[in-house]
């Protein structure tokens, strides 16, 4: 559930992600009752004060991207450099991520890379246009 912590609460959710703008308070997500916790940054100063509680952090943008809700990139270097300032590896890289882009974060401490452009590739997809995962479980 995003940035609704009573939402996750009554639907018992499992997971709950919080924008970098959200400031609830410990007791708040402890009431939330999910056990996994992510949080957006947007800067490497957010990554740094956001992986002091999260169980991961979606750091966008990474790269430059397409995409309409990207802010400017902040490109490998400054990434890896905050990743290395925080304690375990908790960072996702998000924004621009792709077959090209993802090598120039080889060694940078992450803890996954995170897609939404490439997950729309037409290289990515079966005969018949749905996505090999879309119809996992049916």
């Given amino acids: 559930v995003s940035a609704d912590i009573c939402a996750a609460r009554v639907l018992r959710a499992d997971g709950l992600h919080l924008p970098e703008w959200a400031r609830p308070t410990r007791a708040a997500i402890r009431r939330s009752g999910a056990r996994v916790l992510t949080r957006s940054a947007h800067s490497p100063r957010a990554l ?8 991961a952090v979606f750091v966008s943008t990474v790269f430059a991207s397409a ?3 990207a802010g400017a990139p902040m490109g490998a270097l400054r990434f890896a450099v905050a990743a290395r300032r925080i304690v375990r590896p908790v960072a996702v890289a998000l924004g621009g991520v792709s ?8 060694g940078a401490r992450l803890a996954g890379l995170a897609v ?3 997950a729309r590739s037409p290289a990515l997809r079966r005969p018949g246009g749905s996505p090999d995962c879309a119809d996992r479980g049916r």
Avoid: G, K
């Fill in 48 to 55: 740094v004060h956001a992986a002091r509680a999260a169980d």
């Fill in 67 to 69: 995409s309409p809700s």
């Fill in 99 to 106: 077959a090209r882009t993802a090598p120039r974060l080889r």
């Fill in 116 to 118: 939404v452009s490439l």
